[in-house]
């Protein structure tokens, strides 16, 4: 592996990502590019408390004809339209080709409404009321994880139409799948074999280098969480949620850390807003271990904010053209966004 002498702000270069063991492109040098390309009308905060025609506001009926109780904190349910079924033949028509593989996966689907106000995204919400969404993510994956087959509880929330989400109301979803997905599945290798190379923990190991040089890429400390842009960053404003304390999952959680993540998740969400002054549209959700036993001692509890806009509310970047074909890139470095977020206010501009 070469050393770059040069300063990473100026050339292009790859960064290594030790977590996914892949590499990204970084050009620095481009980001003064002209732009004539889409434009997203930007969403902007909510003023409507509950929508009458909304499938997740307390009291609605949902389009499978459910009606939603009239809820006052937070509300779960099986999602009407499942992509994971529980039931599934166990074998399926044997392939008439090696090449042809396929395997019945069973699975569990459920959405968590946040809170019952319609207009409320976790930026905006009460630290105690994200406390209690937090009480529901250690309900449900507690729940699931008992279920003997199933394997992994992925938590995560689409945010904003840009990221496909299908409704403003504040929710998550849940799907609990018999088999590991690729991406936690590929961590794990990667966290199980620098243990096995190192003897200590790959996240620990890259918060403590985080931790020397915190003007870097290290957005918001709190007691018991740290935000950054991580290294490897793909997304321009990409942000890794990770624990001081290495644990796996979120049924470890102790009171206090439960308070500094929902403290945590407002601060990031935040200042995501402040950043262009809109709703800003996101993926994100949790990594935790696998819900029996496997992996479990090696995998560090963490969130992944995967927000797509770029240069302002209506410019999102695009995984195309190169991403696809050969590698992810990006161009303003981790360091320049950590540093935009990190001089933003940490009160919401919509008040
Ligand atoms: P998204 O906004 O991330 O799509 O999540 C909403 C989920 O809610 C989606 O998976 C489910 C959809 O299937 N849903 C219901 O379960 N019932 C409904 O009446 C509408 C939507
Ligand atoms: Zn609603």
Same mark, same amino acid.
Request: glycine fraction near 4%; proline fraction near 9%.
């Given at each position: 592996?070469?050393?770059?002498?040069?300063?990473?702000?100026?050339?292009?270069?790859?960064?290594?990502?030790?977590? +996914?063991?892949?590499?990204?492109?970084?050009?620095?040098? @481009?980001?003064?590019?002209? $732009?004539?390309? /889409?434009?997203? =009308?930007? %969403?902007?905060?909510?003023?409507?408390?509950?929508?009458?025609?909304?499938?997740?506001?307390?009291?609605?009926?949902?389009?499978?004809?459910?009606?939603?109780?009239?809820?006052?904190?937070?509300?779960?349910?099986?999602?009407?339209?499942?992509?994971?079924?529980?039931?599934?033949?166990?074998?399926?028509?044997?392939?008439?080709?090696?090449?042809?593989?396929?395997?019945?996966?069973?699975?569990?689907?459920?959405?968590?409404?946040?809170?019952?106000?319609?207009?409320?995204? +976790?930026?905006?919400?009460?630290?105690?009321?994200?406390? @209690?969404?937090?009480?529901? $993510?250690?309900? /449900?994956?507690? =729940?699931? %994880?008992?279920?003997?087959?199933?394997?992994?509880?992925?938590?995560?929330?689409?945010?904003?139409?840009?990221?496909?989400?299908?409704?403003?109301?504040?929710?998550?979803?849940?799907?609990?799948?018999?088999?590991?997905?690729?991406?936690?599945?590929?961590?794990?290798?990667?966290?199980?074999?620098?243990?096995?190379?190192?003897?200590?923990?790959?996240?620990?190991?890259?918060?403590?280098?985080?931790?020397?040089?915190?003007?870097?890429?290290?957005?918001?400390?709190?007691?018991?969480?740290?935000?950054?842009?991580?290294?490897?960053?793909?997304?321009?404003?990409?942000?890794?949620?990770?624990?001081?304390?290495?644990?796996?999952?979120?049924?470890?959680?102790?009171?206090?850390?439960?308070?500094?993540?929902?403290?945590?998740?407002?601060?990031?969400?935040?200042?995501?807003?402040?950043?262009?002054?809109?709703?800003?549209?996101?993926?994100?959700?949790?990594?935790?271990?696998?819900?029996?036993?496997?992996?479990?001692?090696?995998?560090?509890?963490?969130?992944?904010?995967?927000?797509?806009?770029?240069?302002?509310?209506?410019?999102?970047?695009?995984?195309?053209?190169?991403?696809?074909?050969?590698?992810?890139?990006?161009?303003?470095?981790?360091?320049?966004?950590?540093?935009?977020?990190?001089?933003?206010?940490?009160?919401?501009?919509?008040?």
């Amino acid at each position: 592996m070469a050393v770059v002498s040069q300063p990473l702000d100026s050339i292009p270069h790859r960064r290594y990502n030790p977590l +996914l063991r892949e590499w990204i492109l970084v050009s620095p040098q @481009r980001t003064q590019r002209p $732009w004539q390309g /889409e434009k997203t =009308a930007p %969403s902007t905060v909510q003023a409507v408390h509950y929508d009458p025609t909304c499938y997740l506001c307390p009291g609605n009926a949902r389009s499978g004809g459910v009606r939603n109780p009239e809820y006052t904190g937070v509300f779960a349910f099986d999602n009407d339209f499942p992509a994971l079924l529980p039931d599934v033949p166990a074998d399926v028509k044997p392939a008439s080709s090696p090449l042809l593989i396929a395997e019945p996966e069973r699975g569990r689907c459920r959405v968590l409404c946040f809170h019952p106000d319609h207009s409320l995204t +976790l930026a905006r919400m009460e630290v105690l009321d994200i406390v @209690r969404v937090i009480e529901a $993510w250690i309900v /449900e994956t507690a =729940a699931l %994880s008992e279920l003997a087959w199933i394997n992994h509880v992925q938590i995560f929330e689409n945010r904003g139409a840009m990221m496909g989400a299908s409704n403003p109301h504040p929710h998550c979803q849940i799907w609990a799948t018999e088999h590991i997905p690729d991406e936690p599945l590929r961590e794990l290798a990667s966290l199980q074999s620098y243990r096995e190379e190192h003897g200590s923990c790959l996240l620990c190991d890259y918060i403590s280098t985080e931790l020397a040089h915190p003007e870097a890429r290290i957005v918001i400390e709190n007691e018991h969480f740290i935000a950054l842009v991580p290294y490897w960053a793909v997304w321009p404003f990409e942000i890794s949620v990770l624990p001081r304390r290495h644990f796996g999952s979120f049924v470890e959680l102790s009171a206090s850390e439960q308070i500094s993540l929902a403290e945590m998740l407002k601060s990031v969400t935040t200042r995501y807003d402040n950043l262009f002054e809109v709703s800003f549209p996101y993926t994100m959700g949790f990594h935790q271990s696998p819900a029996h036993g496997q992996g479990r001692d090696f995998m560090h509890f963490h969130a992944h904010f995967y927000p797509p806009l770029l240069r302002s509310a209506e410019i999102r970047k695009f995984m195309v053209g190169f991403e696809m074909l050969g590698m992810p890139q990006r161009d303003i470095t981790a360091e320049t966004a950590a540093a935009r977020l990190r001089a933003l206010p940490d009160q919401h501009y919509a008040g």
